[in-house]
């Protein structure tokens, strides 16, 4: 059988990834030292591990040449979806929310807002829902800038700590939704290899705490 492979959020998540797998009994020390290498193997399993960017894992998964990952609810509602969702694994804990300069009221004044975000999706169906129309730009990053600059009215962003909303003046206006990481599995691959993918996942499953 060729390699399966589970392809991983490099960054914040990777970390209590390991952190699981290693309570499900796997070992994990290839994933702990990876230097720059970006594929190792998952001792205990047949799988290995895919170092990759948020919406890189869905990529892979959507293509099936890994045939799961581990990505946050936050890329996943700002992507499409193709593929099953199986375990909240509930670490990566954060939200959605919508953050506007402290000193300001946002829905006062009746010209369209402007917000600033990463994820532009999220944002315009937060804001469709509402039945309120306005201008959403997208965003890479530090996206607390926007308001700072005067590019927007406020932001739609992930807030974990508050801190760097607290840091750049802006507080919470309304939470737009919980998030945390999600082990997703590409379809065919759930038929093609389901034992394989069942005892990995109950075995996380187990190891949750
Ligand atoms: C995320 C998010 C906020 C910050 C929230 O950015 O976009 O900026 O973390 O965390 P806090 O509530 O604990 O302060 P990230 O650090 O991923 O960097 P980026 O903005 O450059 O993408």
């Not at 990876?34 to 290995?48: D, K, M, Q």
């Not at 919470?172 to 990481?181: D, G, Q, T």
């Amino acid at each position: 059988m060729e390699q399966l492979k589970i392809a991983i959020t490099k960054g914040r998540l990777l970390e209590d990834s390991i952190a699981l797998f290693e309570r499900a009994g796997y070992d994990c020390e290839a994933l702990k030292k990876p230097g720059r290498r970006l594929i190792h193997p998952i001792g205990g399993s047949p799988f290995a591990g895919v170092l990759a960017k948020a919406p890189d894992v869905i990529t892979y998964v959507e293509h099936g040449v890994c045939a799961m990952g581990i990505v946050g609810r936050d890329t996943i509602m700002e992507h499409s979806h193709d593929f099953y969702e199986v375990l909240d694994l509930g670490f990566g804990r954060c939200r959605f929310a919508l953050a506007a300069p402290k000193d300001k009221d946002f829905y006062a004044g009746y010209e369209t807002k402007r917000i600033a975000s990463k994820y532009p999706r999220v944002a315009h169906d937060y804001f469709l829902s509402k039945g309120m129309d306005v201008s959403v730009i997208k965003i890479e990053g530090s996206v607390e800038l926007a308001p700072l600059l005067g590019l927007a009215d406020a932001i739609v962003d992930i807030v974990e700590t508050g801190s760097t909303l607290k840091a750049n003046g802006l507080e919470i206006v309304e939470e737009v939704c919980s998030l945390s990481a999600r082990l997703i599995v590409n379809t065919a691959a759930m038929k093609l290899y389901r034992d394989e993918i069942l005892d990995f996942i109950e075995k996380c499953r187990g190891a949750m705490t």
